[in-house]
């Protein structure tokens, strides 16, 4: 966990090197879930915008899981950032601009789009996912305040840092079902698990 750490830490400096000064916001962090509070299969995902394997999960497995599992109302599924660079934090402060209503279409969007918003410098990166935001309906203005917003993304950060030490979290995606860790899997595996997990 050290190096991840650091890096993280390295991040954190970069962008808030990078951000204007803004007023203190509100810095209370989301848990962004789908599903049912009370379901009885509860899978948490640690991933990283920036990670190619969270995004192949995203673009496969998830969908079967969503289709399957939670909008059946069977899995609540929790998604949690995991911040590697700066551009993974830059992400997941766009992500949530749009609030809870805009979170899930928006990370869609990051992990489809993966590969062309992550490319060239950091203020191209930046423009890239200032796209996104506006795709998904976020106002300029708005979008401009999430990028700048230091705080949150210090809060995010520490809620991360505190999150994945919990869960000894030091590769992405990591998934907790039932509070078992578990790492990246095929599809067919999960689904077992998760048929076992419901059957008890």
């Known amino acids: ?75 609540r599924f929790v998604y949690r950032d995991v911040f590697f660079d700066r551009y993974g934090l830059w ?11 805009k979170f899930f279409g928006i990370t869609d969007m990051l992990y489809e789009q993966q590969r062309d918003w992550t490319q060239g ?4 990166i930046a423009d890239n996912l200032r796209r996104i935001g506006k795709l998904a309906g976020i106002e300029p203005d ?8 230091r705080d949150k993304a210090q809060a995010l950060v520490a809620w991360y840092q505190e999150n994945a ?3 000894d979290v030091n590769s992405t995606p990591t998934l907790i079902i039932n509070e078992k860790k578990y790492g990246n899997m095929a599809y067919a595996d ?9 059957a008890k």
């Open 1 to 75: 966990m050290t190096r991840m750490k650091h890096l993280i830490a390295a991040g954190a400096l970069a962008l808030a090197s990078l951000a204007a000064p803004v007023a203190a916001q509100d810095t209370t962090i989301t848990e962004m879930a789908l599903g049912p509070e009370d379901a009885k299969v509860t899978i948490v995902e640690y991933a990283s915008f920036t990670c190619p394997h969270c995004a192949n999960f995203h673009k496969g497995p998830f969908k079967q899981l969503m289709s399957e599992y939670i909008d059946e109302g069977k899995v």
């Open 190 to 198: 999960l689904k077992a698990i998760i048929e076992e997990q419901l």
């Open 121 to 124: 410098e950091p203020a191209a």
């Open 142 to 149: 708005a979008i401009e305040a999430c990028l700048n917003d």
């Open 165 to 167: 030490t919990a869960h």
């Open 91 to 101: 992400a997941s402060m766009v992500a949530r601009c749009g609030g809870e209503d």
